[in-house]
């Protein structure tokens, strides 16, 4: 029973970590169907903000980071993006795959390609126990904002007039700005929003890992993208749906496996994705626009 | 109001519309009537900004607006209602109207406009809070027309309002286009329905081939031959 719950907890927080970032992605994709693999330097960007923001109490460098993140965020959607805006995806696929391997060699030519062992606060690695179930903090930190971010972001987008835009667009984007609306803002106010996702899912990267490198963010992003496309490409709520349950089949899978096939543990993992998708390959979550256009 | 000179859309290599020039006076129909493929669909298109044009003007109440972006149009007072209406499915009723009034920042006028538009479209009222997409066809049309409205257009475009409807509906929709002329609004009424058209406009104009073929009073035109050859396409 008690691994039982351990296991639960485990599977909570490394579908958080995935339901967030598969948001980041879904988000963006939805409102100008760009796959934004750079999204993983994002990632990467906010770990080393954490990181190098050690001095400042834990509040202003998380707010610190998220705020680095968000501009770089924004600078990508204005120097790479833009430029491309409305061109075929497979050109922006190419375009975000270039931009990737171009600030994953930036940085490891600026910081070095060996990772560099980072404690946010000791704090957070404290554990308590609750009969005979061990929790960090961190754990609890983790599944508490991202119900919060989850929340918040569903809260923003039902109900604030710029929410309603984003949805808008994301449904029929030349409709939205017939009537009016912004591209440049939705289009930024995306971006931004998947920086504040990508920084937080760098807290939680970093603090489970106690190290920042320059690939930080790729393994993730790319679990993250198949829990995008298991959800139902361009559904938000797929996305974290996605999220949990590639999270949650990791961490079953790591739990059932015999010994000495676990280290293949990915293998099984991708192979039920396959299969999923052979029978439902429109995804979990099919969004409506999809299904009927008149 | 609008003012369109040798306008030319080109998709490619593909020519939509050669040269096409019009010109709508404030609290006017006009109607722009012709076969499929004929350009007025994409005609309306560049005016509104979806496609830039190839060459030619476009003057929205004196000031030039050819080739600026949709949202920029909008701001300025066009507002297109695409053929195949165009609401958005996902979103209620109620956030698709809303999103009409994005070019305003007047909130109490703008709440005064919904409840007259709530007052024309009753059906609109009753599903206020559902999906969007549950409505019938001749229902989406008053809501994208309703849509259009709240931004308190100076010109409104409409293509196609009348496709795909019951004969029943496309009446209704032909008295709410007479209904918002009496109502001083200026329209340009893009249809497949020449006859319903040149009864109800004060000057059309009959595309042929991405070219103004003939032009002139409604009820003139309907009794000119040229007319049903041009719309027929026969030479």
Redesign the interface.
């Known amino acids: 029973m008690t691994s039982v719950i351990q296991n639960a907890i485990d599977a909570m927080t490394l579908g958080s970590l995935y339901a967030l970032i598969a948001l980041g992605i879904a988000l963006i994709f939805g409102i100008m169907q760009l796959i934004n693999f750079a999204h993983a330097e994002l990632i990467m960007i906010g770990a080393y903000a954490l990181v190098l923001l050690t001095d400042p109490p834990l509040l202003v460098q998380i707010g610190g980071a998220i705020l680095i993140v968000v501009v770089f965020a924004l600078a990508m959607e204005r120097v790479a993006f833009r430029p491309v805006r409305g061109a075929s995806p497979a050109t922006l696929l190419v375009t975000s795959f270039a931009l990737s391997y171009m600030l994953q060699n930036l940085a490891i030519l600026i910081l070095g390609a060996v990772p560099k062992s980072a404690q946010l606060t000791p704090a957070l690695a404290e554990t308590f126990t609750i009969g005979d179930v061990s929790i960090s903090r961190l754990d609890v930190l983790v599944v508490v904002l991202t119900i919060v971010l989850l929340v918040g972001l569903a809260g923003f987008l039902a109900r604030t007039?710029m929410g309603?835009?984003m949805?808008?667009a994301a449904?029929?984007f030349?409709?939205?700005?017939?009537?009016?609306?912004?591209?440049d803002r939705v289009i930024a106010a995306a971006f931004a929003i998947s920086g504040v996702l990508a920084a937080i899912a760098a807290l939680f990267l970093v603090a489970q890992r106690g190290s920042v490198g320059p690939a930080i963010g790729l393994t993730p992003v790319l679990f993250a993208f198949i829990a995008t496309v298991v959800g139902g490409m361009g559904s938000l709520p797929g996305a974290v749906l996605g999220g949990f349950l590639l999270g949650t089949l990791s961490v079953v899978l790591q739990a059932v496996l015999p010994l000495e096939i676990r280290p293949y543990r990915d293998a099984f993992l991708f192979g039920a994705v396959m299969i999923l998708l052979v029978l439902r390959p429109q995804g979990l979550i099919v969004?409506?626009?999809a299904q009927?256009r008149? | 109001m609008l003012k369109v000179e040798g306008l030319r859309v080109r998709y490619g290599r593909i020519v939509a519309v050669h040269e096409v020039s019009f010109e709508v006076n404030r609290g006017e129909i006009v109607g722009l009537i012709g076969p499929n493929g004929a350009g007025k669909t994409s005609t309306l298109s560049a005016v509104a900004g979806l496609v830039k044009p190839d060459r030619g003007s476009v003057e929205l109440g004196g000031e030039p607006i050819t080739g600026e972006s949709p949202e920029r149009i909008a701001r300025r007072g066009l507002a297109l209602v695409p053929e195949g209406r165009q609401i958005f499915q996902t979103l209620t009723v109620a956030d698709n109207l809303r999103l009409g009034g994005t070019t305003r920042g007047d909130r109490r006028a703008f709440a005064e406009d919904l409840e007259v538009e709530l007052e024309r479209f009753p059906a609109l009222r009753r599903y206020y809070d559902g999906p969007a997409g549950k409505l019938s066809g001749g229902e989406q049309q008053q809501l994208a027309i309703a849509r259009a409205l709240l931004g308190r257009p100076r010109v409104l475009l409409l293509d196609e309002p009348s496709l795909g409807l019951a004969p029943l509906v496309v009446d209704t929709v032909f008295q709410v286009i007479t209904d918002l002329r009496d109502d001083g609004v200026t329209i340009v009424l893009v249809e497949q329905n020449a006859a319903r058209t040149m009864e109800i406009a004060d000057r059309c104009y009959v595309l042929r081939t991405g070219r103004v073929a003939v032009s002139g009073a409604g009820a003139e035109l309907a009794a000119n031959a040229d007319v049903a050859s041009a719309y027929l396409g026969v030479a």
Do not use: H, I
Request: no cysteine.
């Open positions: 007039p309603v835009q949805r808008a449904e029929n030349d409709m939205a700005r017939l009537l009016g609306v912004r591209a969004p409506k626009t009927t008149v």
